[in-house]
Nanobody
């Protein structure tokens, strides 16, 4: 059984910073790709950033402000968010494409963590 557990969300003022973490646990053989998505009220879930074999990709709305990184030894992916804006307010979800022990490959989601940017 593989699980993704997120942490690091909260309330921050505009211009502030937050760092999200997503730790994968369980019978993991390899993490192929990791990413962060977000969903604001009344909107569809959208890709924020992802990382595959060290190559990163970002939504245009967060380029230059957010940084995704991964610690392979800890099976953890991070999202450093700087210069936060009210439009960044959303529930942020971690996603991972994981090959479990036994070579079963599946897509996993975390439970979500709320990020609120407000003065």
């Amino acid at each position: 059984q593989v699980q993704l557990v997120e942490s690091g969300g909260g309330l921050v003022q505009p211009g502030g910073s937050l760092k999200l973490s997503c730790a994968a646990s369980g019978s993991i053989f390899s993490i192929v790709a990791s990413g962060w998505y977000r969903q604001a009220p009344g909107k569809q879930r959208e890709l924020v950033a992802d990382i595959t074999s060290g190559v990163t990709k970002y939504a245009d709305s967060v380029k230059g402000r957010f940084t995704i990184s991964r610690d392979n030894a800890k099976n953890t992916v991070y999202l450093q968010m700087n210069s936060l804006k009210p439009d960044d307010t959303a529930v942020y979800y971690c996603n991972a494409d994981i090959i479990a022990v036994g070579f079963r490959r599946s897509d996993y989601w975390g439970q979500g963590t709320q990020v609120t940017v407000s003065s």
